[in-house]
């Protein structure tokens, strides 16, 4: 009876041991990589946060060179970086893989998404120019609107004259 039950005991002590070795293991990886903004414009500024990474390191992607990452200063488990989307990036998802000192490396699949660049200037289009089409279309507004103009007025001379 005694054996049975220090034999009890002891599988629920190793039971406990092997359910709880995951859970050490995971303090050794870095964890948790958050890119914000999520979706971000060529030539942007994106901060990335890395959980577990203590002595910083660095992040790279397709989307922008390698960057630093530094330790947070109020959070020991914690580093942070920023890095400058390049305007040359295509629009898509991207990756980012993080290394940090003394720690395996670690990519998070699809961590933001670059959309194409606006630019500044008369109407922020990202096109070359109107074309002839756009300038037909707008001329023809134009006219119409002072010729729908002018009916109104000389209808309200009229009107007066009444």
Same mark, same amino acid.
């Given at each position: ?7 009890? !005991?002891?599988?629920?002590? !190793?039971?406990? %041991? =092997? ?6 293991? &995971?303090? #050794? ?12 414009? $060529? ?7 890395? #959980? =577990?990474?203590?002595?910083g390191g660095t992040m790279t992607s397709n989307a922008f060179p390698q960057a630093?990452?530094? *330790? ?22 991207? #990756? ?7 720690? *395996?490396? %670690?990519?998070k699949t699809g961590a933001f998404t670059v959309i194409g660049g606006v630019r500044g200037g008369l109407g922020g289009s990202s096109s070359t120019g109107a074309? *002839?089409? #756009?300038? &037909?279309?707008?001329? =023809?507004?134009?006219? %119409?609107?002072?010729?729908?103009? =002018?009916?109104?007025?000389?209808? $309200? $001379? ?5």
């Open positions: 009876m005694r054996s049975t039950r220090a034999l009890a !005991v002891s599988v629920t002590a !190793v039971a406990a %041991l =092997g359910l709880a070795a995951p859970q050490a293991a &995971a303090w #050794d990886t870095s964890s948790n990589i958050v890119a914000t903004p999520s979706v971000i414009a $060529r030539g942007g500024q994106l901060t990335v946060t890395v #959980d =577990g990474c203590p002595k630093n990452l530094s *330790p947070i200063n109020n959070h020991s488990e914690t580093s942070k970086g920023t890095a400058t989307v390049n305007s040359s990036a295509t629009p898509g998802s991207y #990756d980012i893989t993080v290394r940090c000192f003394g720690k *395996p490396p %670690l990519t074309t *002839p089409t #756009d300038v &037909a279309i707008g001329g =023809g507004l134009v006219g %119409l609107a002072l010729v729908g103009g =002018g009916v109104f007025w000389m209808r $309200r $001379r009229s009107e007066s004259k009444i």
